[in-house]
C-alpha cells in the first residue's frame, strides 16, 4: 500500500497522543502513511517524540525546529499534522499550506473565524487539502447515533440536548486553555460538542445565549490530561493561575431542519457532575453515552420499551464502519466495545490519519473540511457573540465575522486586524 510521508509538526501532549494514532495505523492493515519528520520550536520535545516513535514505529523521525527549514531539507514530505496549541494553529498551519504541504489541522481549526477564513483562503490558493482533526465523531458508537437518527429509528428529529457541567475550579490540562489569548477550555473543548451537535442534526441557522467566567483562578491538580500524556511537563504548571478566557457557555439553537437544541457547557460547575446527550424525536428518543468510552447507546419508545441491547442494530441498516475502524473496534457494525481510553483515542486518530493520507493520494474531500471546522467554530462564537450583540444571530454573520465584539480583541492581539490607533 502507498504510504504518504508526513511530519507532525507541534510535539507537546497532543504531538504525543497523535503519535499513538500514527503507531495504531501503522500495525493495521491499511496503513498509508510514513512519518517522517517530526518540528517544534522546542527542540527537546521535537527529540522526545522523535524517541517515542523510534520506540513505537521502528524508525526515528528527522527532527527540525523549523518548519522552512524541514521542507527545505525534505522536500519529499507531502503532508503535516499540526497539533500544536490551539493559539498557534493559524500561524503554524498557514505556513505549512504556504510551504506547500498539506494540512490536518487539530481542532479548533483556529482561535478565531478571522483565523479559520484565512486559512481556508490560503489552502484554495494554494490548491492544497486542509482537513481538521476532530476526532468525536469518528468514534463508533457516534457512527452508530448518527445512522440511527439517518434512518429514523426514533423518527422526525425535534429537540437535541447536550450538558456538560463539571470542572470546579481546577486546571483543565494546560494554562492556556484558562487564557482568552490562547484559546479558552469553551472553545478548545466545546467545538467537540458544536460538531456532535451538527454531525446528528445537521448545520445550525442561529443560536441565542451567552458565555460566562465563573472561576477567576485555577488550580493546579495531578491529572497528567487525557491518557496522562501531559504528565511529563507537570513540574512546569504553577500552582494556581488567574484565568482571562470564558469557562461556560449556554445556548439555545435553530437547526436548519426545523429541530432546536439545549447547549450547556460549564466547565466551573461545582456539586453534581451533568455529562449527557439526548435527542427526541416524533417516534422515541435516543441517549447517547458520551465519546470514546464504547458503551452502548439506548433507544426509547412510548411505553417504557427501551433497547439498549445488540437489537439495535435492528434500527440502523445503513450502519457500516469504514475497513480500517472495522478491523480496529472488532467488526463492520459494532454497537459496543471495551478497550482503555489511551487504546480508544488512538484508534480513532488513527481513522483521521487514514482519511488524510486518502486524500493526499486521490484528491478526496476530508469529512471534516476547512468549511466543516470553520462552522463548528463559529458556533461556540455564536454564544459569545449572542452575549456581547443581546440577541439571537446566525452562524453566516458569525462566519462573515459581521459580528466580532468578543473576538476582535484577540485579532488585534495576533496581529489578523490593526490595532487601532489611540488618540
Known amino acids: 500500500m502507498e504510504r504518504t510521508p508526513i511530519a507532525i509538526v507541534g510535539c507537546g501532549g497532543m504531538g504525543r497522543r497523535h503519535l499513538t494514532g500514527v503507531t495504531a495505523l501503522s500495525h493495521s492493515d491499511f496503513c ?39 521542507v527545505k531539507a525534505m522536500p519529499e514530505i507531502q503532508g503535516a499534522d499540526v497539533p500544536t496549541d490551539t493559539g498557534s494553529h493559524h500561524r503554524a498551519a498557514a505556513e505549512c499550506l504556504r510551504a506547500g504541504l498539506h494540512v490536518m489541522v487539530e481542532k479548533p481549526l483556529a482561535i478565531t473565524l478571522r483565523g479559520c477564513n484565512l486559512l481556508l483562503e490560503i489552502a484554495r490558493e494554494s490548491k492544497k487539502i486542509l482537513s481538521v482533526a ?3 465523531r469518528r468514534d463508533p458508537i457516534n457512527r452508530l447515533a448518527r ?3 439517518d434512518d429514523a429509528a426514533i423518527g422526525t428529529p425535534q429537540l437535541m440536548i447536550e ?10 490540562i494546560t494554562p ?20 456532535i451537535l ?12 451567552d458565555a460566562r467566567l ?30 482571562t478566557g470564558e469557562d461556560a457557555m449556554f445556548g439555545f439553537l435553530h437547526f436548519k431542519n426545523g429541530a432546536l437544541g439545549q447547549w450547556i457547557f460549564h466547565h466551573a460547575g461545582h456539586g453534581l457532575p451533568q455529562h449527557s446527550r439526548y435527542v427526541y424525536g416524533s417516534k422515541g428518543s435516543l441517549t447517547s453515552p458520551g465519546d470514546r468510552n464504547g458503551r452502548p447507546l439506548k433507544l426509547h419508545f412510548d411505553g417504557g420499551v427501551e433497547i439498549s441491547d445488540e437489537r439495535i442494530l435492528d434500527y440502523a441498516p445503513s450502519y457500516r464502519l469504514s ?59 455564536a454564544l459569545f457573540e449572542s452575549g456581547k450583540a443581546g440577541r439571537p444571530v446566525t452562524l453566516d454573520e458569525i462566519e462573515s465575522v459581521k459580528l466580532d465584539a468578543y473576538q476582535r480583541e484577540i485579532d488585534e492581539y495576533l496581529g489578523l486586524v490593526p490595532v487601532p490607533v489611540k488618540s
Open 214 to 243: 465563573y472561576e477567576k483562578y485555577r488550580y493546579k491538580t495531578t491529572s497528567g490530561g487525557p491518557g496522562g500524556f501531559y504528565a511529563k511537563w507537570a513540574d512546569q504548571v504553577p500552582d494556581r493561575i488567574e484565568a
Open 323 to 381: 475497513p480500517l475502524a472495522a478491523q480496529l473496534f472488532g467488526g463492520e457494525r459494532v454497537w459496543t466495545y471495551s478497550f482503555p481510553f489511551v487504546e480508544i483515542d488512538a484508534k480513532i486518530l488513527a481513522t483521521e490519519y487514514h482519511e488524510f493520507a486518502e486524500c493526499i493520494q486521490t484528491g478526496k474531500k476530508p469529512e471534516v473540511d476547512g468549511q466543516v471546522g470553520r462552522r463548528d467554530t463559529a458556533l461556540v462564537y
Open 32 to 70: 498509508n502513511v510514513e512519518l517522517v519528520a517530526v518540528c517544534d520550536i522546542n527542540q527537546k520535545n521535537a527529540e522526545d517524540l522523535a524517541d517515542e516513535a523510534k520506540a513505537s514505529l521502528g524508525t526515528r523521525p528527522r527532527v527540525f525546529t523549523s518548519i522552512a527549514d524541514m
Open 163 to 172: 450538558t456538560s457541567i463539571g470542572g470546579g475550579n481546577q486546571l483543565f
Open 134 to 136: 476532530e476526532n468525536y
Open 147 to 149: 445512522a440511527l437518527i
Open 176 to 195: 492556556w486553555r484558562h487564557q482568552k489569548f490562547t484559546g479558552t477550555v469553551t472553545l478548545d473543548a466545546g467545538v467537540h460538542n458544536a460538531d
Open 198 to 209: 451538527m454531525y446528528y442534526l445537521g448545520d445550525v441557522e442561529t443560536a441565542y445565549g
